[in-house]
């Protein structure tokens, strides 16, 4: 009775080279796994990160800044500043070039000098209540005193003065001018000129326009700012919309 002996090679019957035997092929895998190449993904399985959901991008910062409302209201508060100090000086200079700038006693005769230009006035600076008259030669040319329509007092060098005559001549030149007191009372005048109304005008014009296109300009400024924030706001929210949506490979 023979038997078939398996060498210890491993070959078969007939001296063939039995399974797993050095030199013939490679040892099998077990079904349904396959061998990887060196470097690359396994075979059914996407790229690391392939498809995954990628994060939103960075978040900018909203333009135009608030920083463009807070120097429009600036601006505004400045025009504020401006247009008091504007009114407050034109006032100061008006009632400066009216106020005299020299003085002459009840009974003394002076020769001033008037330009119809100058629209010069007579002023009075004296208690309450006192009784004057004054005179005025008409030559080299008419002249016209006239009561004021308005009261008017100005103050120079801490003296106050009471516009007590308007005078009208029809040429510039040096008139002599009297004026006096009822029993003696006193008093001093002096020659000046009527507060200018083109200054007061424009001193009001001052302390209300420049703060109103101040104004103005910080509503429009504060306007178009926050629309164009706020569509800025709105094109971040649609992009990290967009950025959220599943893509074809992920979620």
Same mark, same amino acid.
């Given at each position: ?6 060498? *210890? ?8 080279? %039995? ?22 993904? *396994? ?14 991008? /960075?978040? &900018? ?34 009632? $400066?070039? @009216?106020?005299?700038? &020299? &003085?002459?006693?009840?009974?003394? $005769? ?10 010069? @006035?007579?002023? !009075? ?17 008419? =002249? ?10 100005? $103050? ?12 009208? !001549? ?7 001018? $009297? ?7 006193? @008093?001093?005048?002096? =020659? ?8 007061? !005008?424009? %001193? ?41 949506? /599943? ?5």
């Amino acid at each position: 009775m023979s038997n078939d002996f398996v060498s *210890p090679s491993g070959g078969g019957p007939s001296g063939a080279p %039995g399974y797993g035997a050095p030199g013939y092929g490679a040892p099998q895998q077990p079904y349904g796994q396959q061998q990887h190449h060196q470097g690359a993904p *396994p075979y059914g399985y996407a790229p690391p990160g392939y498809g995954a959901p990628q994060g939103p991008p /960075p978040k &900018s910062k909203v333009k135009p800044g608030i920083g463009w409302i807070v120097g429009a209201w600036l601006v505004f508060v400045l025009s504020v500043i401006v247009g008091i100090a504007g009114f407050a000086g034109g006032i100061f200079s008006a009632i $400066t070039d @009216a106020a005299p700038t &020299s &003085s002459f006693q009840p009974g003394q $005769t002076v020769t001033v000098k008037l330009d119809p230009a100058d629209k010069p @006035a007579i002023y !009075v600076s004296a208690a309450t209540g006192t009784k004057f008259e004054c005179q005025i030669q008409g030559d080299p040319g008419a =002249v016209r005193l006239q009561q004021p329509s308005l009261d008017q007092t100005v $103050t120079s060098d801490g003296v106050i003065w009471e516009l007590a005559l308007r005078v009208g !001549v029809d040429k510039a030149g040096d008139y002599p001018l $009297t004026c006096t007191t009822a029993e003696g009372a006193s @008093a001093k005048f002096g =020659v000046g000129k009527e507060i200018a109304a083109d200054s007061v !005008v424009g %001193g009001a014009v001052a302390l209300f326009a420049v703060p109103g296109l101040g104004f103005l300009l910080a509503v429009i400024v504060t306007i178009v700012v926050l629309v164009k924030r706020s569509g800025a706001r709105k094109r971040q929210a649609a992009a990290a919309g967009q950025w959220g949506q /599943p893509g074809p490979y992920g979620r």
